[in-house]
T-cell receptor
Framework: EAGVAQSPRYKIIEKRQSVAFWCNPI?????LYWYQQILGQGPKLLIQ????????DSQLPKDRFSAERLKGVDSTLKIQPAKLEDSAVYLC?????????????FGPGTRLLVL | GQNIDQPTEMTATEGAIVQINCTYQ??????LFWYQQHAGEAPTFLSY????GLEEKGRFSSFLSRSKGYSYLLLKELQMKDSASYLC??????????FGQGTELSVKP
């Protein structure tokens, strides 16, 4: 079974530029998550999708971050404009449903450096 | 508020046993997960506890006490490849995971 795929793996941009990340979840997984992991910290949830609808985006900085999952499969996360503090690893995860005991499976992440 | 505490780093010797503790205070509790994360890689699932007690899975065991807001991950017969960050995460509602900062474990020969 293929895992969660993410691209690109690494990205370096200058502040105020825009960047987009792509995620393809495990086939059949209805729920998709985007996390931000700053160096030395645990992942922090940015947004959760159930199929193509948003379940939770309470911690997404909506003035600069946006995400979509138009067909309920792939998802993109965009930052526009980027700030220095956005330097982090952006992890995508997926699970079968939203049941509290569902295991989330993580992709390899996109490592973003904002200069 | 949501608060999950775990030690920042630990060191242990190859072949030994190590216990990584996690305490939590969250709004709602629907289970506790442990993940392993090697440097530069994605977190991978290790264990899930929702009832009090010990869950054993090979060299790894995880314990939960809901009344004390406490869990630990026990690693036996440590191997060099066990050097990694270990993340404690609580599921509060709707499958939302709240992660601790992670414990960086170094296994030395």
């Amino acid at each position: 079974e293929a895992g969660v795929a993410q691209s690109p793996r690494y990205k370096i941009i200058e502040k105020r530029q825009s960047v987009a990340f792509w995620c393809n979840p495990i086939s059949g997984h209805a729920t998709l998550y985007w996390y931000q992991q700053i160096l030395g910290q645990g992942p922090k949830l940015l947004i959760q999708f159930q199929n193509n609808g948003v379940v939770d985006d309470s911690q997404l900085p909506k003035d600069r971050f946006s995400a979509e999952r138009l067909k309920g499969v792939d998802s993109t996360l965009k930052i526009q404009p980027a700030k220095l503090e956005d330097s982090a690893v952006y992890l995508c995860a997926s699970s079968l449903g939203t049941d509290h005991q569902e295991t989330q499976y993580f992709g390899p992440g996109t490592r973003l450096l904002v200069l | 508020g949501q608060n999950i505490d775990q030690p920042t780093e630990m060191t242990a010797t190859e072949g030994a046993i190590v216990q990584i503790n996690c305490t939590y205070q969250t709004s709602g509790f629907n289970g506790l997960f442990w993940y392993q994360q090697h440097a530069g890689e994605a977190p991978t699932f290790l264990s899930y506890n929702v009832l009090d007690g010990l869950e054993e899975k090979g060299r790894f065991s995880s314990f939960l006490s809901r009344s004390k807001g406490y869990s630990y991950l026990l690693l036996k017969e440590l191997q060099m490849k066990d050097s990694a960050s270990y993340l404690c995460a609580v599921s509060n509602q709707g499958g939302k995971l709240i992660f601790g900062q992670g414990t960086e474990l170094s296994v030395k020969p």
